[in-house]
């Protein structure tokens, strides 16, 4: 059997690393982070870290008696257990592939994206974004559905687990603090702990209910469109729906430009966002939507003929959207985003009708 | 849209010779349209006698503002001592088919310029690179920018 | 082909935004020192060594560590010595300079951008190996450690106007869109952070051109 090289070719003064090595060089440091993670687990419940486990003999006194310690403490070997187990994945899934081929099984087609997002740039236009994840939904009456940006469910989601999660643990405080007052003993810092502990708990809580109430009650917001990608000059029929219960005091509609432009240096990575461009497309007031039905209606959708087309690179971009700002009568007005790809204008047309310029200012006939 | 473009490059310690690459375009405004054709030629002076490794010409896209840089090579050609290069000093030209994309944007914090880029290698290593900014697309340049909404 | 007599390439202008990161990013500009003079690369270099092959360059966010760092690698190149950059963003990053190192030959300056990151395992690691395979080593970092060091980089407005009057058309900027108010009060805005005021300037800059 032939062990990989250590060291690759020589190349001048470099030399190609071995993939190969590496790759097993890696692999036993997580190996050694999943092994630090089992022992440090171990030592804990086992109670031969110092701390233990509750007891319900009355007769319990010295070990488990700071049993709480124990769960949080159980926080660190499961870090180390999920970093080293998932770099231990990640390396015997690449085992023996080539970069690109990772990269294509990653999904990541396209070597260039926006702010790390694997960007695929569209057949035969350089620097522009595909708009594939645009046209995937068709439409109930137009030819395509645009999804939403950043939904608020993801949020909801979110915001859901982390209420459940973290109340989780309080109620495990909380049951280990009630059985230390009945055995007559009161653990102060547990107690002061649980405080805070309870106190977020039902912060939590408050915000997810508060979100899920706005989210059911202000319904969900539906664009349409006639086609996709747009060009500049073109014209698009494009359908809005509005669902809820009672009424909005008005729902806006707008068209925006915005540049995103991210810069990494040392440890900062800094992403600036500039709105540069806005339109007003229509504006409905006093929208009623009935209770089970929701709000409909069309719009045309004019796109400026010089506008710039929607650009993608590693560290920079240009993005279009649709922009709908609903002003519910008795909640909070809520803004939702739709995404929309723009493509360059007909560049034959254009190239022609620079020709036909040319031609005529020399004195020919286009 | 600024017409215009930078002229200069970096230049090694202890250089003598101070070029300068002039670029003629075909078009006098340097504005053109996607897929339309440019031609260029372009001419070197104040190489002071100094013997040239190589030149290489580029048209390429890149961006500018308050993001990294990023760029994308359109054409590129090397021409190195091998390959003539008496030929091609102190002067060259090229035409090309330019892409459909991306436009010339002048942005607020992003831009995307397209420029000819001409790069010396000297006998000793040096080298001395020239960019000189065109148009494509005629697009407008951003305004102000606005509140945002959300 | 017919070419027109088309403007004269002599009559070169500077385009665009003197403060963009193309001009302003690590490596772009020329290092110097709070009174805004050049730094000797050369001597700094030369120092690495009498520090026993490591050393580090200190001081807080934005204050110029980066684009020392890259300087004094690309003088470090022309000199003819092999030269590996590496940004740490994690302790995970400890692989491939663990990689660098093994795969470096002796002698080697390895440049490591936000040394911190590594964490102190990591960092006691990565040193014990560069001893090992006798490569030099310099770091950024925002505070001191086991590392000597090079060079402790502070801001002061002077450097900052220096910095300014260096980049393209830094001339015209006098009684043009920038002046030298706006650049001490950038300074002052930004608490000395120059990549900070740099942005601030670069805003300015497009406000004022626009005609905001």
Redesign the interface.
């Known amino acids: 059997m032939k062990l990989p090289r250590l060291f690759g070719k020589k190349r001048g003064h470099r030399r190609t690393g071995s993939e190969a090595w590496g790759s097993f060089a890696e692999g036993l440091f997580y190996s050694a982070l999943v092994a630090a993670g089992l022992l440090f687990g171990g030592t804990v419940l086992t109670g031969a870290a110092g701390v233990g486990w509750p007891r319900l003999d009355a007769n319990d006194s010295g070990a488990g008696r700071n049993w709480w310690l124990a769960i949080l403490l159980l926080l660190i070997p499961g870090a180390l257990l999920a970093f080293g187990g998932s770099g231990l994945v990640r390396i015997l899934s690449g085992w023996g592939k080539s970069q690109e081929r990772r990269a294509a099984g990653s999904g990541s087609v396209s070597l260039r994206g926006a702010m790390g997002h694997a960007a695929e740039e569209a057949p035969g236009h350089p620097g522009v974004p595909t708009c594939d994840d645009l046209v995937n939904s068709p439409g109930t009456i137009l030819r395509y559905r645009l999804p939403i940006e950043s939904p608020e469910s993801w949020t909801l989601l979110g915001l859901g687990l982390f209420a459940a999660l973290w109340n989780a643990v309080v109620v495990v405080l909380a049951v280990g603090a009630g059985a230390d007052l009945l055995r007559g003993r009161t653990d102060w810092l547990l107690l002061a702990l649980l405080a805070g502990f309870v106190a977020i708990g039902i912060g939590g809580v408050v915000l997810f209910i508060r979100m899920l109430v706005l989210t059911t009650a202000v319904g969900p917001t539906q664009v349409e469109i006639s086609d996709h990608p747009l060009v500049p000059g073109g014209s698009y029929d494009m359908l809005i729906g509005q669902g809820g219960t009672g009424s909005l005091r008005s729902l806006e509609l707008y068209l925006e430009l915005e540049e995103f432009a991210t810069f990494r240096q040392g440890t900062d990575t800094r992403t600036d966002r500039a709105v540069v461009w806005r339109e007003g497309v229509k504006t409905w007031t006093d929208v009623p939507i009935a209770a089970g039905g929701r709000f409909e209606t069309h719009v045309t959708l004019s796109i400026p003929p010089s506008a710039m087309h929607s650009f993608a690179s590693e560290h920079n971009a240009v993005k279009w959207r649709v922009v709908v700002i609903g002003r519910p009568d008795r909640w909070p007005a809520f803004v939702r985003v739709f995404p929309l790809v723009i493509f360059p204008a007909d560049a034959t047309a254009v190239a022609d009708a620079a020709f036909d310029q040319e031609t005529l200012a020399a004195g020919g006939t286009a | 849209m600024p017409q215009g473009s930078i002229a200069g490059g970096s230049q090694g310690s202890g250089s003598t010779a101070m070029p300068r690459v002039m670029v003629h375009f075909d078009r006098p405004g340097r504005d053109y349209a996607p897929r339309q054709q440019l031609a260029v030629r372009h001419d070197i002076e104040g190489l002071g006698g100094e013997p040239l490794r190589a030149v290489e010409r580029s048209v390429l896209w890149y961006t500018e503002g308050k993001g990294e840089e990023d760029l994308g090579v359109h054409w590129f050609e090397r021409i190195d001592e091998t390959e003539g290069l008496l030929a091609v000093s102190p002067w060259g030209e090229f035409t090309i088919r330019l892409p459909m994309s991306p436009l010339s944007y002048e942005g607020l914090i992003v831009k995307v310029r397209w420029c000819v880029r001409v790069r010396i290698f000297f006998a000793d290593n040096r080298d001395f690179v020239s960019e000189h900014v065109f148009d494509v697309g005629g697009i407008s340049p951003a305004r102000a920018p606005l509140e945002r909404l959300e | 082909?017919?070419?027109?007599?088309?403007?004269?390439?002599?009559v070169?202008?500077?385009?665009?935004?003197p403060f963009?990161?193309?001009h302003t990013?690590?490596g772009r500009v020329e290092p110097l020192d709070r009174e805004g003079e050049p730094l000797d690369l050369g001597k700094l270099l030369d120092r690495i060594a009498r520090e026993g092959g490591r050393a580090a360059i200190l001081g807080r966010?934005g204050r110029g560590?980066?684009t020392l760092l890259h300087r004094l690698a690309e003088t470090a190149e022309?000199r003819g010595d092999?030269v590996v950059r590496i940004?740490v963003?994690s302790p995970?990053d400890?692989?491939p300079i663990?990689?660098?190192l093994?795969?470096?030959?002796s002698g080697?300056l390895i440049c490591i951008?936000?040394w911190e990151?590594l964490g102190g395992p990591g960092a006691a690691i990565a040193l014990l190996f560069a001893r090992l395979r006798r490569c030099r080593l310099v770091v950024?970092a925002h505070s001191g450690g086991d590392l000597p060091p090079l060079a402790v980089c502070e801001t002061t407005p002077a450097l900052l106007a220096a910095i300014v009057r260096r980049l393209?058309a830094g001339d015209a900027l006098d009684g043009g869109l920038i002046d030298d108010t706006d650049v001490a009060s950038a300074f002052e805005q930004s608490s000395g952070d120059i990549?900070e005021a740099l942005?601030r300037l670069?805003d300015l800059f497009?406000?004022r051109r626009?005609g905001?």
Do not use: C
């Not at chain 3, 027109?4 to 002599?10: P, V």
């Not at chain 3, 093994?102 to 030959?105: N, V």
């Open positions: 082909m017919s070419l027109q007599a088309s403007e004269s390439a002599a070169e202008r500077f385009v665009g935004n963009s990161t193309r990013a690590p966010h560590k980066t022309r092999r940004r963003r995970w400890l692989i663990l990689n660098s093994a795969g470096s030959p080697s951008d936000s990151q950024t393209p990549r942005f670069y497009e406000e626009r905001l």
